[in-house]
């Protein structure tokens, strides 16, 4: 089975330090990594793909299949990034329903 | 304006008593999920569905039950037999696999919040 940890439920910074938010897996095969964005009073929604490899405001996270690890990262935290960050997987076969993590809050203070 | 709505949005229900939350969705979407949030624990899926009439078992399916008749709809019931079923439920979506716009993200409504009394 798969299994998505996330070992810091919060995690409080101030504005313009660098964030890293850790995300590690277990899991045999070859996952997709997500990492989903839930602001304050809004719907959960994703925030970005492993398989994109793109930048979203500001955010980057890099698949590490050694570490097993996709751990999102942001070299200048903004006020505004505040939020509840889950990281998720996708099995590459079998269930193709998302796996979640625990969650992480983040708190950037001014 | 297409998306996914979940109702009600809250919902106190007495020990022993069923409840039914809505999930509707105008995305045209295959695949529907209903996830439970816990402080703490994250989205646990509860049931997932890829097409009409059909339904898998999530994670922790025990006390809840659910169906999909049609398309655009998936209900999920929350039985007396659900031992803990205070909790912040999620409804997603999203297109099914092998599809062109399958980028595996999913689509979520605003939640329903469920309280036993």
């Known amino acids: 089975a798969q299994r998505v940890t996330q070992p810091e439920k919060l995690l409080s910074v101030f504005k313009g330090a660098p964030v890293e938010l850790k995300c590690n897996y277990s899991y045999s095969g070859s996952p997709e990594l997500f990492w989903y964005v839930q602001y304050s009073r809004q719907r959960l929604q994703l925030l970005l793909r492993?398989?994109s490899r793109e930048s979203i405001k500001g955010f980057t996270a890099d698949l590490n299949k050694g570490e097993t690890s996709f751990h999102l990262k942001k070299p200048f935290a903004q006020e505004e990034d505040s939020a509840m960050y889950y990281c998720?997987?996708?099995?590459?076969?079998?269930?193709?329903?998302?796996?979640f993590g625990s969650g992480t809050r983040l708190q950037v203070q001014p | 304006d297409g998306g996914i709505t979940q109702s009600p949005k809250y919902l106190f229900r007495k020990e022993g008593q069923n409840v039914t939350l809505s999930c509707e969705q105008n995305?045209?979407?295959?695949?529907m999920y209903w996830y439970r949030q816990d402080p703490g624990q994250g989205l646990r899926l509860i049931y997932y569905s890829q097409i009409v009439n059909d339904f898998q078992k999530g994670d922790i399916a025990e006390g809840y039950s659910v169906s999909r008749e049609k398309k655009e709809s998936f209900p999920l019931t929350v039985t007396s037999a659900q031992k803990n079923p205070t909790a912040f439920y999620l409804c997603a979506s999203t297109p099914l696999l092998g599809q062109e716009v399958n980028t595996g993200e999913l689509f979520f409504g605003e939640g329903s919040r469920l309280t036993v009394l």
């Open positions: 995305l045209n979407h295959d695949a």
């Open positions: 492993h398989i």
């Open positions: 998720a997987l996708r099995r590459d076969t079998g269930r193709r329903a998302l796996t």
